[in-house]
């Protein structure tokens, strides 16, 4: 019996999935993986805390080598090597050693290609300064500017990986400035649920610029487009990736409208013999449909694994991508998964908003954080459509959970029924995921209507009267403008008092909101409740107030 021949182009998660996956498919075929850079098996997501410190040694990121990967599954792994060129007719690849400059040529039967993605770089005067953080190569380089200890850093960037830079420059204990172009920090999520990230990272002292891009970079410094100097005397870059395709259109093979690897349900590329996976290919959106870049390393793992079922025979399933993707903060833990509500409203769609603010479990039981949770919901169909949360322990699980009920099909109000582990150290018997539940089969049965942070200045401006049941201290410790204080507990012997006209009802989190509608309206009056209270509304107020005058924190001068 004839060897299969096995190529791989590139290493990482997607690659060596497909690698050694095929193997445990496949014990007779010959399998060669091609590594551009150095290292081909690695923690690129753990980057960032070995730059600050947090993991130590620099070897508890290289997860495998050639040698072990040789000795353990029998594979052909070149690093420094690089696939100059496909000839699909001829079904080989010519490959060049970076070391000694050698070409050669291989065969294949079936080939990968999991090239990743690499950096974008804005061209500018001393860009060429901006560091990148992808690989071990980048991360020695980092390291080594870092040796020198510089004093202030200059993040380009304020997406997940940038933010993770920043929490890791702070811990080394430099003064970070933190440029971003977009109007908040996290882009992927919506503006209230971005606005206490960005609160954090200025009360941790790192000075952060929305709206703004970089210019120049100097020796140890950066302008910016508003003219001012920030110090910089180290500069990382996290501005986005571009699917790596050079070698897949020198080969012909199909793009997709966003500009990576168009692939099929199996991971086919036009090329009946050449799959892709990994940053560079296409993904379907589990929410719109659309085909969309996805840099996400479990869907590369998961697509490397189905590439080689595939490549061997094996019945496939691709699911559409969610997206769901989690980032910790100066303590502060975000996750999300689906679409934001910005995004779902871009496409015309008609939504359903949920914002809750539960604690992480029992609050009688010592360390309860509170959480900010968002829910965005189809309302005709009552299906999730993403989800979004911000808080501390607890943020992550609660997520997972929901993806899980997305991939599973639950609607928004299956959510108040699913049976989930309790004690009360770990969560609350209603637990936030039930909450959410709870809150959305209110709406579907039209017990509680609600409106939105960002339509409440339009419906007050329209004659409607908005209403805080909270108690007259927290009015006192901060209120939104034109509302007045009648206390729940106070609510039912005063709804005389009540001017006419609809009432928007708030409280600080939305509970007593909604208790005040149903009292309301079983008294005649139209009442609706403003959507996670006053602390959802502060939110908002917040990420808008700090796109208009985004430069609050003075530039830091190096000491």
Not at 37 to 42: A, E, I, K, N
Not at 240 to 254: C, K, M, S
Not at 443 to 456: F, K, M, N, R, Y
Not at 548 to 559: G, Y
Request: charged fraction near 25%; include cysteine; glycine fraction near 12%.
């Amino acid at each position: 019996m004839t060897s299969k021949r096995y190529l791989i182009i590139g290493g990482v998660a997607g690659g060596m999935s497909a690698a050694t996956r095929l193997r445990r498919l496949d014990e007779h075929a010959r399998i060669t993986v091609l590594e551009r850079g150095g290292h081909v098996s690695f923690a690129n997501c753990g980057l960032p805390y070995h730059l600050g410190g947090v993991i130590e040694e620099r070897g508890d990121l290289l997860l495998q080598t050639p040698e072990s990967l040789a000795a353990r599954f029998d594979l052909d792994v070149r690093v420094r090597t690089e696939a100059v060129a496909i000839d699909r007719a001829a079904q080989t690849v010519l490959v060049r050693d970076l070391v000694t400059g050698e070409e050669t040529t291989e065969a294949y039967d079936a080939l990968v290609l999991s090239p990743g993605a690499t950096p974008a770089r804005p061209p500018m005067p001393g860009g060429d300064r901006m560091l990148t953080l992808r690989d071990i190569d980048d991360l020695d380089r980092a390291m080594a500017e870092l040796d020198d200890a510089p004093r202030s850093a200059l993040v380009i960037g304020a997406g997940f990986i940038g933010l993770e830079m920043v929490e890791n420059l702070v811990h080394r204990g430099l003064g970070v400035t933190l440029v971003e172009l977009g109007d908040q920090v996290l882009p992927p999520l919506d503006p209230e649920m971005a606005a206490p990230v960005a609160e954090r990272l200025r009360e941790a002292g790192v000075d952060v610029r929305l709206g703004t891009q970089v210019t120049e970079l100097g020796p140890d410094t950066g302008q910016l487009d508003d003219g001012t100097v920030v110090p910089a005397e180290f500069v990382l870059g996290s501005i986005g990736v571009r699917p790596d395709t050079a070698l897949a259109v020198a080969a012909g093979l199909e793009l997709g409208e966003r500009g990576g690897i168009r692939v099929g349900d199996d991971l086919r590329t036009s090329d009946p013999r050449i799959w892709a996976v990994g940053d560079a290919v296409e993904k379907v959106d589990a929410v719109s449909g659309e085909h969309r870049l996805v840099a996400l390393a479990g869907l590369a793992n998961r697509h490397g694994r189905l590439a080689a079922d595939a490549i061997t025979g094996r019945d496939i399933r691709v699911r559409d991508a969610l997206g769901t993707a989690v980032v910790g903060v100066l303590g502060l833990t975000i996750a999300s998964t689906g679409s934001p509500e910005k995004q779902l409203r871009r496409s015309g769609r008609e939504l359903r908003v949920i914002h809750t603010h539960p604690v992480s479990h029992a609050g009688y039981y010592p360390g309860a954080e509170q959480m900010a949770f968002k829910l965005v919901v189809d309302a005709a169909t009552d299906e999730i459509l993403g989800a979004q949360a911000v808080g501390g322990d607890g943020v992550d699980k609660r997520i997972d959970v929901i993806a899980t009920a997305m991939a599973g099909g639950l609607a928004a109000s299956d959510l108040a029924d699913l049976e989930l582990a309790y004690a009360p150290q770990f969560s609350s018997a209603k637990d936030p995921v039930n909450l959410l539940g709870y809150v959305a089969l209110n709406a579907v049965d039209g017990l509680t209507p609600s409106i939105q942070w960002h339509e409440l200045d339009a419906a007050m401006a329209a004659g409607d009267v908005l209403v805080d049941v909270r108690t007259p201290g927290e009015f006192a410790d901060g209120a939104i403008p034109g509302s007045i204080n009648v206390p729940l507990d106070e609510l039912r012997s005063r709804i005389g008092e009540l001017p006419a006209g609809r009432l928007i009802v708030h409280c600080k989190v939305g509970q007593r909101g909604h208790t005040a509608v149903r009292l309301l309206a079983q008294h005649g009056r139209d009442a609706v409740n403003l959507d996670g209270g006053y602390l959802t509304w502060r939110a908002g107020r917040a990420a808008h107030a700090h796109v208009a005058a985004p430069h609050v924190v003075a530039p830091r001068t190096a000491a």
